[in-house]
């Protein structure tokens, strides 16, 4: 998509795009919270398993339905994976693994973790551990839809 728009609002439309997911994650977490609070674990989440399929069906008809912006088309014939590890990428490729590595086990520990914690330790029911989630995922929409406005603004400012 970040092809298609203007690089004016690129930041913008892209960042919403991404903002879109918590949305997603946030239902997930509704329902997570009123199935299991409501059926026998056994049985909620093979119902949660189904559910999850849904949004997989939509992502392969869209796959099927919308076409790649040439841009990108042309840009993917010249890329390799190689090319990352080249001589002038490779400290970037490394710092960003570290920086990407480091993000995803704060993302994993907040987000799967204590979940587990303060429901199996500290004794909070499920009800309670849904509203954890859904705090963080409101607070990661915010910080999306922030970030996709500060990206314009600090763009057309310029370094």
């Known amino acids: ?20 997911w918590s949305i997603g994650w946030g239902l997930s977490v509704i329902l997570f919270t009123i199935l299991f609070s409501r059926l026998p674990h056994a049985i909620a ?23 790649e912006p040439e841009i990108y088309l042309h840009r993917k014939q010249s890329a ?7 001589s ?3 400290r970037t490729t490394l710092l960003a693994a570290l920086l990407a590595l480091g993000a995803q086990g704060g993302y994993h520990a907040v987000n799967h973790w204590l979940p587990l914690y303060l429901r199996s330790v500290r004794g909070l029911s499920t009800l309670n551990t849904g509203a954890y989630l859904f705090v963080i995922i409101l607070g990661a ?15 057309e400012s310029g370094p």
């Open 141 to 155: 929409f915010c910080g999306y839809v922030t970030a996709a406005y500060l990206t314009d603004v600090m763009d």
């Open 1 to 20: 998509m970040g092809e298609s728009i203007r690089s004016r609002f690129r930041g913008r439309a892209v960042g919403t795009v991404q903002a879109g």
């Open 45 to 67: 989440w093979r119902v949660m398993f189904w559910i999850g399929i849904l949004p997989a069906l939509l992502i392969v008809y869209i796959r099927s339905k919308v076409e």
């Open 88 to 90: 002038g990428y490779l």
């Open 80 to 86: 390799s994976l190689a090319g990352i590890f080249s």
